[in-house]
């Protein structure tokens, strides 16, 4: 074992002696490097947005924007982060760096104003920017006019304006934001960020971290963590860390002892079989909407709601479920597709029905020492699929209520249906009355008004500050009217 290291802007440094709930924020802040900001401590405002070095899908290495408010230092031992200060290019002694193509443009298109919330914005912006599949349309040309991209969330330079949908600006304005992210270029072949990506990322390392009677542990194989759980049942277990580091900044939760499992390799696939794809519990949910690439069209209609892409680029499904929330976005949807979670332990596997999972809030029927290595989805897949998500704001938001629908509709008759809801239970559950008012009738407004009606009774909302249980069941109702309305001329066609 080696004493846990972590290289920032190509030097490496010690964690020691951080405590091991320190997150990468405070590592970073404490070291110097005070671009990197604090504004939320709950991974909504991106200010201390930095990049992490990770497996590619396109190309070996991805840049890959992360909240370090969330993510504990020594979860990063053995990796290679770049802040907002690594990406302008060292001159010679006595002269300024040289600005960064993104820094560059958030400058001359007046992008910053008080500062605060700008190195965090300039990360999110630069792991767009080395996104190795992103391109300038053929038909805009490089115009850096925001006026020629082609959608209200996309740039002529390829650009995406979801990757900084978890950044917030309080007095700048989002406009001159948005004409620097459309005005980047791509990188040049001696950009050194751009040369990093052709070579492989830091392999996982085993962390054994210990400081003030606290321990921070990641094993090698699953098989040592599992074994590791049984001796330690009280282990706190951590993959992106997005719901245990709000825990930690907020309310000041600590853990004796923390257990990484983010880079376990047995949790990291995805596998395509005749019958089902299964998915791994530590995937991050970029990761596998881009391995997807729209093949699971409901998980495809999640993934741009489901919180921002800070937090995609580190929330995983396992932890998702693991959480037990009733108002996760992921269940929801993983109920409607009929999904089952493969379940772990140091004795061997199990495999559960999502369906039978949920027993009470936050409660499952996953024992101690048990953990969840991959989600399955059966296959084939409906083809008549929706997810309607409530909520206060459009994106980067919890839901009020979440429903999702997987219909099998044949000959005008909807031969199958599977509705997950969220936010009206205790636990996430599946709409068993609805299904029943489905099937076997004509996909007619008759059987969808009907329906509805069936709809607006199921689970046990309640008020609260989100919503009020009346606003709840009329959206459960209202949101089966929509699949309707979205989906009769499809279907009829």
């Known amino acids: 074992m080696t004493e846990a290291r972590i290289t920032v802007n190509g030097k490496e440094a010690p964690i020691s002696p951080a405590a091991p709930h320190t997150t990468a924020l405070d590592f970073l802040r404490e070291r110097g490097l005070t671009g990197t900001k604090e504004g939320c401590a709950e991974g909504e405002c991106g200010a201390c947005s930095v990049l992490v070095a990770r497996p590619g899908v396109h190309k070996p290495t991805d840049w890959v924007a992360v909240n370090a408010c969330l993510v504990p230092a020594a979860a990063l031992d053995g990796q290679e982060i770049i802040t907002s200060e690594g990406l302008a290019t060292v001159g010679e002694p006595g002269t300024p760096p040289a600005l960064h193509p993104v820094q560059e443009e958030m400058a001359v298109r007046g992008g910053s104003q008080c500062g605060y919330c700008t190195p965090g914005f300039i990360c999110s912006m630069a792991s767009e920017y080395y996104r190795p599949d992103r391109c300038a349309h053929a038909d805009s040309g490089d115009s ?3 006026a020629g991209s082609t959608d209200a969330e996309h740039g002529p330079n390829g650009f995406d304006l979801h990757s900084l949908s978890g950044n917030l600006c309080r007095c700048t304005g989002y406009r001159p934001i948005r004409d620097a992210a459309f005005a980047v270029g791509t990188p040049t072949d001696e950009d050194p960020l751009a040369q990093r990506r052709e070579q492989s990322p830091p392999a996982p390392v085993a962390t054994e971290y210990a400081q003030d009677g606290s321990t921070f542990l990641r094993k090698s194989t699953l098989a040592e963590t599992l074994q590791l759980l049984r001796e330690r049942p009280d282990a706190v277990v951590v993959a992106g860390s997005t719901d245990w580091g709000v825990e930690v900044n907020i309310r000041s939760r600590r853990a004796d002892c923390v257990v990484a499992i983010d880079r376990l390799p047995e949790l990291r696939e995805l596998r395509v079989e005749s019958d089902y794809i299964e998915i791994g519990a530590a995937l991050t949910l970029t990761e596998i909407e881009r391995r997807l690439d729209g093949d699971i069209p409901l998980l495809a209609e999640l993934f741009p709601q489901f919180a921002s892409r800070l937090i995609r680029n580190g929330a995983t499904l396992g932890g998702n479920l693991g959480t037990g929330s009733p108002i996760g976005d992921s269940p929801p949807v993983l109920l409607a597709l009929e999904a089952s979670v493969v379940l772990a332990d ?24 048990e953990l969840i290595r991959a989600v399955r989805i059966p296959l084939p897949l ?20 979440a429903v999702a629908f997987a219909l099998d509709i044949e000959d005008g008759i909807v031969r199958k249906a599977r509705i997950g809801l969220g936010g009206v239970a205790a636990t996430p559950i599946r709409s068993l009355a609805t299904e029943a008012a489905l099937e076997g009738k004509l996909w007619t407004a008759e059987t969808a008004d009907a329906a509805a009606r069936v709809l607006r009774g199921e689970g046990t909302p309640m008020n609260d500050h989100r919503a009020s249980a009346l606003y709840r069941s009329a959206m459960l109702g209202q949101s089966l009217l929509k699949l309707y309305a979205q989906t009769t001329e499809a279907v009829s066609s």
């Open 346 to 369: 140091a004795d061997g596997e199990r495999v559960v029905p999502l369906a039978d999972y949920f027993t009470g809030y936050r409660q499952s029927v996953r024992r101690p020492g």
């Open 382 to 401: 409906s083809p008549v699929v929706a997810f309607h998500k409530i909520a206060k704001r459009r994106f980067d938001d919890i839901s009020s209520v």
């Open 144 to 146: 850096a006019d925001a």
